[in-house]
């Protein structure tokens, strides 16, 4: 039998369509073009757990109230060189590129800049926060509290958010470096995509309610995901969380609403979590930086090949070529995502997501 493959959106299709949904559920003008590279460049660079598939979901939010579409982001510190501020219930994908913005703004003056941000939500794929440091030609990093997935190490209970975090390292002419990860064996949005579609998870991913190793997709969204490498990714987890929730007086992940986290939820919680936001400068600091990163770039990536392996690749690299490969062709839509956005479509009143033949 002949599988037909999947439909492709182009990404102009892809940003009309996120732009009138986020517009139908109040997004501001001012922020939605935040809002919609946030999910378009999730699914270019082939991050599909945080692009579109989540729409219907956040979107709900905002019209019922659930997460603010239109958050009046204020300053509650100013430190100068750094700040905290407020995300007034707003989209976290929204709320820490404005946050990144504003380090941006203070390292071009102080050499650095830290933002740290309380009363948000979900931010999304974290790739898309350090670009806007990198865009600047600035080293970004960021960080996120979260909802709770993921036990503490030699735990059964979901405590922990899975500790995600990007750094973002400008190049003069080639792209970036970007290193966009979490401390968790995998995403629980892969997990869930798995279960939705009736698959196993490798074991190790997860355990399920009674605390046993499950791979069981479903079962695994009944329980909770493990750190990677063991205390390793335990660790990092904890550093992540003092940094994003603790440093900015937010909620816990242990202390967020989980029904989101739940198989078969259609509406974001509000989770009133925290990030952090860190740009530097690379002007204050050695003026040779560029040519001592292209020179480390040659070394990794010159070096002898293991057995079987045809190149090594620069952390995003596979990402960034994914990208410019679906600028070009399309993104790839499977036929239940786009069932679930034509649905949503109808239910908002906008029009359905453009597909073109792959």
């Known amino acids: 039998m002949t599988v037909q493959p999947?439909?492709?959106?182009?990404?102009?299709?892809?940003?009309?369509?996120?732009?009138?949904?986020?517009?139908?559920?109040g997004v501001p003008e001012s922020q939605l073009d935040l809002f919609v590279a946030s999910f378009v460049e999730a699914d270019l660079r082939g991050v599909e757990t945080h692009g579109m598939?989540?729409?219907?979901?956040?979107?709900?939010?905002?019209?019922?109230?659930?997460?603010?579409?239109?958050?009046?982001?204020?300053v509650v510190n100013?430190?100068?060189?750094?700040?905290?501020?407020?995300?007034?219930?707003?989209?976290?994908?929204?709320?820490?590129?404005?946050?990144?913005?504003?380090?941006?703004?203070?390292?071009?003056?102080?050499?650095?800049?830290?933002?740290?941000?309380?009363?948000?939500?979900?931010?999304?794929?974290?790739?898309?926060?350090?670009?806007?440091?990198?865009?600047?030609?600035?080293?970004?990093?960021?960080?996120s509290g979260?909802?709770?997935?993921?036990?503490?190490?030699?735990?059964?209970?979901?405590?922990?958010?899975?500790?995600p975090?990007?750094?973002?390292?400008?190049?003069a002419t080639a792209f970036p470096i970007v290193v966009d990860m979490a401390a968790s064996t995998?995403?629980?949005?892969?997990?869930?995509?798995?279960?939705?579609?009736?698959k196993s998870i490798p074991q190790g991913w997860a355990v399920d309610a009674t605390g046993n190793p499950t791979t069981d997709a479903r079962a695994a969204m009944e329980g909770v995901i493990l750190p990677m490498a063991g205390h390793k990714g335990y660790g990092i987890a904890v550093a992540m969380e003092v940094l994003s929730s603790v440093l900015s007086g937010s909620q816990l992940a242990a202390e967020a609403p989980r029904d989101f986290l739940k198989e078969g939820s259609t509406v974001l919680d509000s989770w009133k979590i925290g990030h952090f936001a860190l740009a530097l400068n690379l002007e204050v600091f050695d003026h040779s930086f560029q040519e001592t990163l292209?020179?480390?770039?040659?070394?990794?990536?010159?070096?002898?090949?293991?057995?079987?392996v045809d190149r090594v690749l620069l952390p995003g690299q596979p990402e960034w070529e994914r990208r410019q490969d679906r600028l070009q062709h399309g993104i790839p839509i499977s036929p239940r995502v786009l069932s679930a956005l034509d649905a949503f479509a109808a239910e908002v009143g906008i029009d359905p997501l453009r597909t073109q033949p792959a």
């Open 53 to 74: 598939i989540r729409i219907p979901a956040y979107v709900r939010a905002f019209l019922r109230g659930i997460v603010n579409a239109a958050p009046a982001i204020s």
């Open 6 to 25: 999947s439909p492709v959106v182009s990404a102009d299709a892809a940003r009309s369509f996120v732009a009138a949904a986020g517009a139908s559920g």
């Open 78 to 143: 100013d430190g100068s060189a750094s700040a905290l501020i407020d995300g007034d219930n707003g989209l976290g994908m929204v709320v820490g590129q404005v946050a990144m913005d504003m380090a941006v703004q203070r390292a071009r003056e102080y050499g650095v800049g830290a933002v740290s941000v309380r009363n948000s939500n979900h931010s999304g794929m974290l790739a898309v926060h350090v670009q806007r440091a990198v865009d600047q030609g600035m080293l970004g990093f960021f960080t």
């Open 186 to 198: 995998a995403a629980r949005g892969k997990i869930r995509v798995l279960a939705a579609e009736g």
């Open 294 to 308: 292209e020179r480390l770039v040659v070394i990794l990536t010159r070096s002898r090949l293991a057995k079987g």
């Open 165 to 171: 975090f990007a750094w973002g390292i400008p190049r």
């Open 146 to 163: 979260g909802a709770p997935i993921m036990a503490a190490w030699g735990g059964a209970d979901a405590v922990l958010g899975n500790g």
